[in-house]
């Protein structure tokens, strides 16, 4: 152990208050409403634009955007502009009892495809969706319900990181599901419509009791990393993002724990939205699907069931990083493994959109 960096560390802990640098990168809202806000990041000084594809951060419920922008050194943002991405998240904010009616179809069919639209047009170009969790979930819906009423939406590709499609395979909630199915959900159901949501303290114990190993051997962990300043950060602003977590509207949350809980409907292809089927195989762009080996709430097996449902993508990538649900989209290991296959496919699935069909090429010319 370094005794002069330990020192060093515990000094800041004590005197700044703080060792992770929690400033977001300077952002400028475009848009808002009600149901959120789309904000547009700042290019960084000196970087030039890559050219590519806009990128647009698409957050789950239940977690702040900033997980996005966790912090300075170990940022997702931060890391998209240093490649000269021009890049964009949407903010849906906090859930109050009024917003008890939104349901998942709310962000499928009106908030993400309008998103979208406003993005392209900015930039004149087509939009890369990146999205975490259950985000994922929602941007795979959303492309394919555009395509299913015949009016798709200009997106270039979609990631999907740490996004559970088949909840058979989460251990976690193993042992709820048979109690679910036996009671029909009336008991859940009957308290998420009397509270009009599902609170953000019980998100945050939720995301909390998934990692209840590491709460408690946290102590030791910082005790015996006491030395390791970039390690200290990334726990503080860990803890900082649990802090902060939103809760789920009650429609919403219902239509979780019945379509997908318990009857595990997206495991069989999509889910009946706004009374017709959303199916995966309507997704019609390239697809970046990444599993943490380490995730307990999307385990390996469960993000990986969803490749093989997006029939209709000319492209399916799957990739794993090291780390849970959180880590392997912004933890430290992520800088060396998630983002850049994440900085692969987009430069990839760019170039493609930059090369013209063979029918556009040779073909065309020879029958000019």
Known sequence: ?????????????????????????????????????????????????????????????????????????????????????????????????????????????ELLPDTIRRVAEETDDEVHLVAWSLGGIFALLTVAAAVQARDPLPVRSVAAIGTPVDISRVPLVAPIRPLAQITGGRLISSIYRGVGSFPAPMVS??????????????PLAIASRIDDRDCLAQIEAVDHLMSNMHGYPGRVFGQIFHLLLRSNDLADGGLRLGGRDVELSDVGVPVLVVAGRDDVIAPLRAVRAGVPLLTGSPEVRFTTSPGGHLGVLTGRRARDTTWPELDRALADWDAAADTPDDADGPAAAAGA
Not at 212 to 218: E, I, P, Q
């Open 205 to 218: 114990w939720a995301f909390q009791l998934t990692a209840v190993d590491k709460l408690v051997t946290k």
């Open 1 to 109: 152990m370094d005794l002069v960096d330990a020192a060093a560390n515990v000094w800041d802990r004590a005197v700044v208050g703080h060792l992770a640098d929690l400033r977001r990168m300077p952002r400028d809202a475009v848009v808002g409403s009600p149901q959120g806000i789309l904000f547009r990041y700042r290019p960084l000084s000196g970087v030039d634009p890559s050219g590519g594809a806009p990128v647009l951060l698409v957050p789950p419920l239940g977690a702040p955007d900033f997980a996005y922008d966790l912090r300075r050194g170990c940022s997702l943002v931060e890391h998209l502009l240093q490649q000269g991405r021009t890049v964009y998240l949407i903010d849906y904010g906090p859930k109050s009892f009024s917003d008890r009616t939104l349901g998942i179809e709310s962000w499928v069919d």
